[in-house]
């Protein structure tokens, strides 16, 4: 059975705090990035659609280098943490990745427990740390992740801190059994 509402970020205010833990390091606190903009991408290591995600993002950290943006990765599948080492070797990031129970993750995305995720799921921060994007896996936004992502990155750089008019309303999906 379908439900009617869709829960999800709130595109124009804060980020709600989100600390994700890497397997060596410091920990990644979203709120450390203000100034820049954050592009988040909440992936599952075994699936293919997020290992292509981190080969683009990959690309775009190497263009978007001289600029203020952050890129971060957040693992969310089941057995993350024991999977990250080979999703790092194999497809070696050049931001900073990291793991998060499916219940936090859930929890920031202001998400349904029952309702299905589907990834990767990107949100998108200006540099004050207002979310300005939260794009569901099976969004038209993702299934052109290669021209939208780096549009919205240069959408959120052009439009400094301000709230731009043009700001995307939160995409929402369809809605499981």
Do not use: W
């Not at 029952?114 to 936004?141: A, C, K, N, T």
Request: with cysteine; charged share 15%.
């Amino acid at each position: 059975m379908a439900s009617g509402a869709v829960a999800g970020m709130d595109v124009g205010k804060p980020s709600p705090p989100l600390v994700i833990p890497q397997l060596h390091g410091a920990a990644i606190n979203i709120n450390q990035f203000k100034g820049k903009v954050v592009a988040l991408a909440f992936i599952d290591t075994t699936c293919p659609h997020c290992q292509r995600l981190t080969g683009l993002l990959n690309d775009f950290s190497k263009q978007f280098a001289n600029k203020p943006v952050q890129f971060l990765a957040c693992a969310f599948n089941d057995g993350a943490q024991a999977l990250l080492p080979k999703f790092m070797l194999d497809f070696q990031p050049k931001f900073p990745v990291g793991y998060c129970t499916r219940e936090v993750v859930l929890n920031y995305l202001t998400y349904p427990v029952l309702q299905p995720l589907y990834v990767p799921h990107m949100v998108f921060l200006d540099r004050s740390g207002i979310v300005r994007g939260d794009y569901l896996g099976e969004s038209e936004f993702m299934s052109h992740p290669d021209t939208n992502i780096p549009m919205e990155i240069d959408r959120l750089l052009k439009s400094g801190v301000t709230v731009s008019s043009s700001a995307p309303k939160k995409s929402k999906g369809s809605v499981g059994p």
